[in-house]
Nanobody
């Protein structure tokens, strides 16, 4: 069982930045692809960004390309999401997820473990 704990959410004005972190409780973190998803009130959970175990493959949702950056530190068993130029429509609960042996796919169903989420609120 892998536990994922997100942190770094909060309230920020439009145009601001936040950096989310997700710490994993596993010594085999480097065997997992990692993803960030988000869910806004009344909407379905959506893919934000994904990263392969060795960072060789990274993907983003079109809505965040050029503004968000996903990265990972396998030595610290942590994945990050740097969010810049935030917009009110980025407001959501952000979740990290782990996919054993995966590629950082956009499909939520491919992920094996999920964190509890961290709230990001962007005010206009």
């Amino acid at each position: 069982q892998v536990q994922l704990v997100e942190s770094g959410g909060g309230l920020v004005q439009a145009g601001g930045s936040l950096r989310l972190s997700c710490a994993a409780s596993t010594r085999t973190f480097s065997r997992y692809a990692m993803g960030w998803f988000r869910q806004a009130p009344g909407k379905e959970r959506e893919f934000v960004a994904g990263i392969r175990w060795n960072s060789a493959s990274i993907s983003y949702a079109d809505s965040v390309k050029g503004r968000f950056t996903i990265s990972r530190d396998n030595a610290k068993s942590t994945v990050y999401l740097q969010m810049n130029s935030l917009k009110p429509e980025d407001t959501a609960v952000y979740y990290c997820a782990a996919d054993f042996g995966g590629t950082g796919t956009v499909a939520a169903s491919d992920y094996d473990y999920w964190g509890q989420g961290t709230q990001v609120t962007v005010s206009s």
